[in-house]
């Protein structure tokens, strides 16, 4: 059977945007792209984080050969009403059906698609980017001026691209000025703490207990991500911690995540 219960029929949607409105409550309409595939799919992994089985997280799809095509083959080239399936079609189909049920007060375009959004074309350009921009002038037609758009941006991607060595690109910066993108969406998961079991952890030196609220605010613009980082996964187990220095330019704010 389909996981999670499989896709909400569009009248069980229309029947809540109906009641939401009913009761006067504002709404975000999010479409949220769930991976049911077989865990040996060979499904390329970006993020190097290794398998999850056979549920993977979306940031995981990412181009198989040359991005530009890829990417257009992903995202499709269907009109509205258009019958192609791609994931154009399937926002556009959701946008318009946002638009019969009377509207709604934001709309997400798409949300975590890291393996996407970071490829480059031989150009050195996003293609992902440019679709995404392109989506938002279609949804934009659809909903009308008084619909806030925007992308859900994974809380490691929303700031930019980082390369590697040294190398960093504003890539999603683009999507963020565009005319038809109304604010910065990120789906926020950032690590706020590094606490773990026993007493014998530097957290647990520094605080005591991870129910210390001034211990929880701290981390919000600090701790992992903001101060420091590991710099592998035999770090992260001895708690080697590496400052988030930018020796070349001053601006250690470009590698933080959490900033």
């Known amino acids: 059977r389909p996981a999670y219960g499989g896709t909400p029929s569009d009248a069980s949607v229309r029947r809540a945007l109906a009641d939401m409105k009913a009761r006067g409550l504002a709404t975000v309409f999010y479409p949220f792209v769930m991976m049911d595939i077989p865990a040996d799919a060979g499904l390329p992994d970006p993020s190097g984080e290794g398998e999850q089985g056979a549920y993977p997280w979306r940031g995981r799809i990412a181009p198989a050969g040359e991005a530009a095509a890829d990417v257009a083959s992903f995202f499709g080239s269907a009109a509205p009403g258009g019958s192609e399936w791609s994931y154009r079609r399937m926002v556009l189909h959701y946008a318009q059906l946002c638009a019969d049920a009377g509207g709604v007060g934001a709309f997400i375009i798409g949300s975590e698609l890291r393996g996407l959004t970071q490829a480059r074309d031989g150009a050195g350009s996003y293609p992902a980017v440019t679709a995404l921009k392109e989506l938002a002038a279609d949804v934009r037609a659809i909903l009308g001026p008084h619909t806030k758009i925007s992308y859900a941006a994974d809380w490691s991607e929303y700031?930019?691209?980082?390369?590697?060595?040294?190398?960093?690109?504003?890539?999603?910066?683009?999507?963020?000025?565009?005319?038809?993108?109304?604010?910065?969406?990120?789906?926020?998961?950032?690590?706020?703490?590094?606490?773990?079991?026993?007493?014998?952890?530097?957290?647990?030196?520094?605080?005591?207990?991870?129910?210390?609220?001034?211990?929880?605010?701290?981390r919000i613009a600090g701790g992992e991500d903001y101060d420091w980082y590991y710099a592998s996964e035999e770090d992260r187990a001895l708690q080697i911690r590496s400052p988030i220095t930018d020796g070349a330019y001053g601006k250690p704010w470009l590698w933080r995540a959490k900033d």
Not at 193 to 216: K, M
């Open 159 to 218: 700031r930019g691209h980082d390369r590697g060595a040294g190398r960093f690109a504003f890539h999603l910066d683009p999507l963020w000025a565009d005319a038809n993108i109304d604010f910065i969406g990120i789906d926020m998961y950032a690590p706020l703490t590094d606490w773990r079991d026993g007493d014998a952890h530097l957290d647990a030196q520094e605080w005591g207990s991870i129910y210390d609220l001034d211990y929880l605010r701290s």
